[in-house]
């Protein structure tokens, strides 16, 4: 209903009211002034309101305008409703929308005061453009308002020509993405393909304004020229000129005249980086070597300028790597005739500033990857070339001589940033002989040994530390002249942790070269004395023991004095570093000393929770002695799990864990209250199904008495941790030939008590977790969590067990259901998904997949199914559609949304129709079905945010609804 003009004053007041209370009110006032204006902005009211406020704004006649807050509120909430808002209005409503934008845009009065306001709408007309096909021929009109100053020069109507060139600019976009989404293209050829010799003819009108003899053109001329750069840059993105009109134009070469002008930089190098896209796209390899190289051969000057010029520095780099990105099959195969673009790369690279090489690194990692596809043979200009980048990388990742004065946030961009350098390195081994580039680290680390200078010793052990895991025998063969560089290090920390990092990264040539293992464990040994170097020696240490285990059995009984120091007195994670490598030695041992070993190294974690738990019981609530009881477990679990990676240490890691089980139970039972206990306690149960599983060992009570022990703590306390173990014990013990089977038990283990007790603990802890989590989603998400992936394990790979159970089967798929709807936790939400999507489903009953379609649709208009989970709803209703007989999934849907997503107004029929017939369309095709869903998506959470139903808006009754974004 048309407000009158006393109603259409008074809510411009309110709206005037409430923008001043943003900028002036106090801060009890402003939420609600800012509730009042999101409800405003999102009402059909909204449209007719704003076009007044705009209309008095640009009126001779007022006596005065609005205040420009509120032009530029109404302006900005115009073009967001045209984006979202649209079906609001109907043919009528449209029509006069566009009418006012016309006229308002081609208004010549007060046009620099109206700028910014300007700057809002003229995208919004060109969306209007593409959704109203009243709009006979917008193109046409839009030329128009330029014609009107196609005479002046730039400078002189500088408004007129932006507003032209800006809805223009965006027409093509707007039009292809609701063509796509109406899966129609007549529109687009008609008015943008058509029409696009006398849309290019006008752009490049504009860009020729500035010739190569124009010395000094006008801010405005600038302005102006960058605005049609940008739009043909976005014609060409959306394939909307013929590529020959694009060739034969004197365009590619008129932009060697342009880059002169620092601002019109930017946007000659978007418009080159399209020319070449389009040349590659077409195969025109010639095109690209006559016509757009010399752009880049013309730029190459200005790298040695840009230093000083942040902005300019990210443009030129930027320009290079996207080039060579677009050409590497080309490039790869003849280099000598792309030359300027792998010479410009490798110049931004050497920019003194880290940036420019962080940006690079993708570019020089998809050239090398270019080597895989092509399978071309190396040419030799590349050796050179990567030769000189392996110099550069040294030179960036040394730390400055400023080092002491550098902030912590320093500190940590310089860390990033070497982990991008780090895999340029091992992207230059692809290339280059391995021997080269150890013997340039080798180099390096003599010459700033030479002139003890450590952070360029630092920097040569850095580029060890990253290749040393991925070099072949050539590049290890020096690895004994690094080594023999270690005694004359600096002793700076940085110094010591590479080197020792180096030890780390090299122990496979270790396993090959025994006779350094003794002066390596004692470097390493060395690093725990310095605490800036006790976390790499940790590290190093792990590493060692994984890789030489079996050679480290001589050397338990001198570790076990210093593990009992380290276990007093290093950090928790340095600890876990060193039990696991303990692990690794004790696990290479005789069958008949690994228990006793066990025991050596985890009695002094088990003796102290023991004594906690007995002799502390009144700091058990404390949580210094919480953190100290779960520090100790956790390492207990480490040990135990690294332990299981051989089969005889798996067996004896299982039964001591057997033989500890009644502290673990005794711990857990007057440490209720503690869930990160709980947490470890769970880890340490996982183990047993993890060795038993990866290793095939036959089971035992060990693993029933676990069970039933999870089972009764989980009754008790209900932390869905232990559902974890369910979990690891379905999947683990469904193992096959060292991986998890996706159907059944082995078949020895059918009928047995395996399968039994597998069975009768997985119903009986999910009755027991519904029963605590129903009515309290969102209290106890981890509970849900666990509980479904638990029962997808289950129906996985125990189907059998699972269907023969049909009162377990009806009741887990309800409380699924009433999970899916209760929860808005996003792993909560996938564990409920992932069950869902492998549900035996039954054909011939329509009624559980229309729930689920029901279910899943509400989650999208409530945005509980976002981006993380859309794929696994997507992968749903493929899954529903495979298991349909004669496409009944449109029957579903239809069923699914004919109840309450109808009646709370979230959908028209017509939308509901449409969805169901694209959902039939897709034929179970996965890009399809996420096409139609995401589409489908976007209309119900656009409905739901603006607060109108359906049957709300202006004549729906008569006018079919046309969402589009």
């Known amino acids: 209903m048309a407000l009158s003009a006393d109603e259409i004053n008074k809510v411009t007041k309110q709206v005037q ?13 402003i939420p609600a002034a800012d509730q009042f204006l999101q409800d405003f902005s999102h009402s059909p009211e909204a449209w007719q309101v704003c076009q007044q406020i705009l209309s008095r704004a640009q009126s001779e006649h007022a006596a005065s305008p609005p205040p420009s807050d509120l032009q530029m509120y109404a302006g900005v909430t115009l073009r967001r409703k045209i984006g979202n808002d649209l079906e609001q209005l109907n043919e009528n409503g449209r029509t006069e929308l566009l009418r006012f934008l016309l006229g308002y845009l081609s208004h010549p009065s007060e046009r620099t005061r109206l700028a910014p306001v300007i700057k809002q709408l003229c995208p919004a007309l060109s969306l209007l453009a593409a959704v109203c096909e009243s709009w006979q021929d917008p193109v046409e009109d839009i030329l128009q308002i330029a014609r009107q100053v196609s005479r002046v020069p730039p ?187 792998l010479q410009g790369l490798l110049d931004c690279s050497r920019l003194p500033d880290n940036e420019p090489l962080d940006m690079c690194c993708r570019s020089w990692s998809t050239l090398v990857d270019g080597f895989h596809d092509t399978q071309e043979s190396i040419h030799p200009y590349f050796i050179h070339l990567f030769e000189e980048l392996i110099d550069t990388v040294i030179q960036h990742v040394t730390f ?15 860390k990033d940033f070497r982990y991008q350098a780090g895999g340029l390195l091992k992207d230059a081994l692809e290339v280059l002989p391995h021997s080269t580039v150890t013997r340039k680290a080798l180099s390096t680390l003599k010459s700033a040994l030479s002139r003890q200078h450590w952070q360029s010793v630092e920097a040569a052990l850095f580029v060890v530390r990253q290749i040393g895991a991925h070099i072949d025998d050539s590049g290890l063969e020096m690895l004994p002249q690094f080594i023999e560089t270690f005694p004359n290090l600096p002793d700076h920390p940085r110094v010591q942790q590479s080197a020792v990092m180096c030890v780390s990264v090299c122990t496979k040539w270790t396993r090959k070269n025994p006779n350094f293992i003794t002066y390596q464990m004692e470097f390493i040994s060395k690093g725990f004395t310095n605490p800036e170097v006790v976390a790499a020696a940790a590290h190093a240490l792990k590493y060692l023991c994984e890789d030489c285990g079996d050679l480290l059995l001589d050397y338990l009984e001198q570790l076990h004095p210093f593990y009992l120091h380290a276990i007093d007195n290093l950090s928790a994670q340095d600890v876990g570093d060193i039990c696991t490598g303990l692990a690794h030695i004790v696990s290479s041992a005789p069958a008949h000393r690994i228990v006793d070993l066990i025991q050596t190294f985890t009695r002094p974690l088990l003796e102290r929770v023991d004594y906690i738990t007995t002799h502390e019981t009144e700091k ?56 990160p206990v709980a947490h470890t306690a769970s880890r340490i149960y996982r183990t047993i199904f993890y060795g038993l599983g990866t290793h095939q060992l036959p089971t035992n009570p060990i693993f029933m008495a676990v069970l039933k022990n999870v089972s009764d703590e989980f009754t008790k306390v209900g932390y869905g941790c232990y559902l974890s173990v369910g979990y690891a014990a379905v999947k683990e013990l469904t193992r096959k030939d060292g991986k998890t089977t996706t159907s059944q038990l082995p078949a020895k283990q059918h009928g047995s008590e395996l399968e039994t007790t597998m069975r009768s603990f997985v119903e009986s802890i999910t009755s027991t977790a519904m029963q605590k989590a129903r009515g309290n989603y969102e209290e106890l998400p981890d509970v849900i969590t666990e509980m479904f992936f638990m029962i997808s394990s289950y129906q996985s790979h125990m189907r059998d067990s699972f269907m023969s159970n049909s009162a377990f089967m009806e009741a887990t798929f309800a409380f699924a259901i009433d999970s899916l709807m209760g929860t ?91 969805f169901a017939q694209a959902y039939a369309a897709s034929e179970g095709n996965t890009r399809k079905t996420k096409k139609a869903l995401l589409g489908f998506g976007d209309v119900l959470r656009k409905r739901v945010r603006s607060g109108v139903k359906v049957g709300g808006f202006a004549d729906h009754a008569n006018v079919p609804v046309d969402v589009r974004s």
């Open 17 to 29: 009211a409430a923008l001043s209370t943003l900028t002036t009110g106090n801060a009890a006032q």
């Open 155 to 341: 400078a002189q109507g500088g408004d007129t020509w932006q507003i032209s060139i800006e809805v223009l600019a965006n027409l093509p976009g707007d039009m292809q993405r609701i063509e796509r989404d109406i899966n129609s293209g007549s529109r687009f050829d008609r008015l943008i393909v058509a029409k696009a010799p006398m849309v290019f003819e006008f752009f490049t009108s504009v860009v020729n304004t500035i010739q190569p003899t124009t010395n000094s053109p006008s801010q405005t001329q600038l302005e102006i020229v960058n605005l049609a750069l940008n739009a043909l840059a976005l014609w060409c993105q959306n394939q909307a000129v013929p590529y020959r009109m694009l060739m034969e134009s004197n365009l590619p070469s008129h932009l060697y005249s342009l880059i002169r002008f620092e601002s019109l930089l930017e946007y000659a190098i978007d418009l080159a980086d399209e020319l070449m896209q389009e040349a590659i796209s077409h195969g025109t390899s010639l095109d690209v070597k006559q016509r757009i190289l010399p752009f880049y051969q013309a730029l190459h000057p200005q790298i040695s300028s840009c230093v000083d010029d942040e902005d300019k520095t990210k443009s030129i780099t930027r320009a290079y790597g996207c080039a060579v990105e677009l050409c590497v099959k080309h490039i790869v195969q003849e280099p000598e005739a792309y030359a300027i673009l």
């Open 400 to 414: 400055p001589n400023d080092y002491n004065s550098l902030t912590a946030q320093e500190l940590d961009d310089i």
């Open 620 to 675: 058990l609530r404390d949580r210094e002695t919480e953190r100290s009881v779960d520090i100790q477990l956790k390492r207990f679990s480490i040990f135990m799990r690294s332990v299981s990676r051989t089969v005889d240490g798996a067996k004896y890691a299982a039964e001591v864990i057997y033989s500890v089980m009644p502290l673990i139970t005794r711990t857990l039972s007057v440490m209720s209250h503690s869930e």
């Open 824 to 914: 808005f936790q996003a792993d909560a939400i996938a564990a409920v998904l992932d069950y869902l999507k492998d549900y035996p489903y039954n054909p011939s009953d329509p009624q559980k997949p229309s729930q689920v379609m029901e279910c899943i649709i509400k989650s999208l208009a409530a945005e509980t199914i976002t981006g993380e989970n859309m794929q696994d709803a997507v992968d749903i209703f493929v899954q529903l559609y495979k298991v349909s007989p004669n496409h009944a999934p449109s029957t579903w849907v239809t069923r699914a949304m004919s109840g309450s997503v109808l009646e709370k107004g979230m959908a028209t029929p017509k939308e509901m129709h449409e």
